[in-house]
């Protein structure tokens, strides 16, 4: 299309042989957009069903978002053909279909982009950001408006004094650097997918190769997209010891986790699956305990048992001490101490204790369940049962509520008593004479 300035479209528009196909136009995009409206209501109401192949799911989700841009591009078609045949200016809504199929073409393209990069992706989070962006670009070119706004911007200098670097140049960089990083994040995708198919490799270490390819896939592409924009990047020597310094301040806490990240990756001291608690931890207490659902390369994913995620910092996980359930023999050994009174028998209390340990099916035979008497108390007998399970990632504590369950049950039927805390208080009391003195034998 030849170059046009922005404003003549504008005063093509006020001209009397357009104004029909104004009104088409804005009647093909209300109902496009109405019935987009219904469509997207068809579909929260009769969600496809998860049995559905992906590809499936994946046709319809797509046909949901892309439906106002279709069924626009449908309607101003039929416009067009109705007003062909009586013989009608079209110029105006040739335009609008071409915007309209570009806007249509962009946006499949985008979500296409994001399949492949996966749901965890940047370009998930600036979807909308790049769809616009774009489409401007295209739409300027498909108007001939391109040269013009290049002009435009190209006389906005950013940098004073004698260096030059225009808006124009800026918005160029960007661009390109964009459309580098996306090219360089598809090549790491590839990898990381081939990669984490190897089966002779441990879990971890396909983890760390892939996470290592995709930061150094993204830097690189990050300095030639730099390059291809215009920027020498022999300059940025200069910034070496301004981002050295930056690390070692402000960006300390950022770098540690990166590294920390990758050495959790090489010594498998944690893993997806591993079951750990991560803080305030004594003995085998369970105080954030949780799932590693995944590694990333600034945090540890940790599922709690509510279900809620946590984002632990990889620094936090190198620097203190974590607690790993299953990083080698996923057997523990879990106790229980009960207080007992003095007046009941000890041996059938210790009896009661193995007994109430055993009948559980998580609980191992060999070794099998033992008690033992650990103390004597101001207000009883201080006992403790001690098992082991091979399951901790199922949980700890439902274990022990299930057994002291089974413990109380046994002792209310054997007469067992579980003492409380008391004291007990004397009172002495005596006649007292004058001045609180004991009064004189009577002789």
């Known amino acids: 299309m030849s170059e046009t300035k922005p404003g003549d479209l504008f005063v093509q528009l006020t001209r009397p042989e357009v104004l029909g196909e104004v009104v088409g136009i804005v009647i093909a995009v209300l109902i496009a957009i109405v019935a987009a409206h219904f469509v997207r209501r068809w579909y929260e109401k009769n969600p496809p069903s998860p049995d559905h ?26 416009v067009r053909a109705a007003l062909a045949m009586l013989e009608l200016h079209t110029a105006v809504i040739d335009v609008a279909l071409q915007l309209v199929t570009a806007l249509l073409l962009v946006s499949l393209g985008i979500y296409l982009l994001r399949l492949s990069l996966g749901p965890k992706s940047w370009v998930k989070t600036w979807e909308t950001q790049i769809t616009i962006v774009v489409w401007l670009m295209l ?49 790491a995708r590839a990898i990381e997918r081939r990669v984490m198919r190897l089966d002779g490799v441990a879990m971890s270490t396909r983890i760390g190769i892939s996470k290592s390819a995709y930061f150094l896939l993204v830097g690189l592409g990050l300095l030639l997209g730099i390059n291809a924009a215009g920027v020498d990047i022999t300059a940025l020597t200069v910034l070496t010891g301004a981002v050295g310094l930056g690390l070692g301040f402000g960006l300390q806490a950022i770098a540690s986790n990166f590294v920390s990240g990758f050495v959790l990756l090489m010594d498998k001291s944690i893993k997806p699956g591993d079951v750990i608690s991560f803080t305030g931890h004594t003995g085998t207490s369970t105080e954030n305990f949780g799932w ?152």
């Open 292 to 443: 590693v659902q995944e590694l990333r390369g600034r945090y540890v994913v940790v599922r709690d048992r509510d279900g809620v995620e946590t984002l632990v910092p990889n620094q936090n996980l190198i620097t203190n001490s974590v607690i790993n359930w299953s990083y080698s023999d996923q057997r523990v050994r879990l106790r229980l101490p009960v207080m007992i009174s003095y007046h009941d028998d000890p041996e059938l209390a210790l009896r009661l204790l193995i007994e109430a340990a055993a009948q559980h099916p998580r609980v191992l035979k060999e070794p099998g369940p033992v008690s033992r008497l650990m103390s004597f108390e101001d207000y009883g007998m201080r006992c403790e049962a001690r098992f082991w399970i091979r399951d901790p990632m199922n949980g700890v504590n439902n274990v022990r509520s299930d057994i002291n369950r089974e413990i109380w049950r046994l002792f209310r039927k054997h007469g067992v008593t579980i003492p409380v805390a008391q004291h007990d208080v004397r009172m002495v009391t005596h006649a007292a004479g004058p001045l609180g003195n004991p009064p004189a034998s009577a002789s």
């Open 139 to 187: 739409s300027f070119e498909l108007l001939g408006w391109f040269g013009a706004v290049e002009r435009y911007l190209d006389g906005f200098d950013l940098l004073p004094g004698k260096a030059t670097f225009t808006l124009w140049a800026l918005l160029k960089g960007v661009v390109v650097v964009t459309g580098f990083m996306i090219i360089t994040s598809l090549v």
């Open 53 to 78: 192949p992906r590809w499936q799911m994946l046709l319809i989700e797509a046909t949901v978002r892309l439906a106002p841009f279709f069924f626009a591009a449908v309607l101003l078609l039929g």
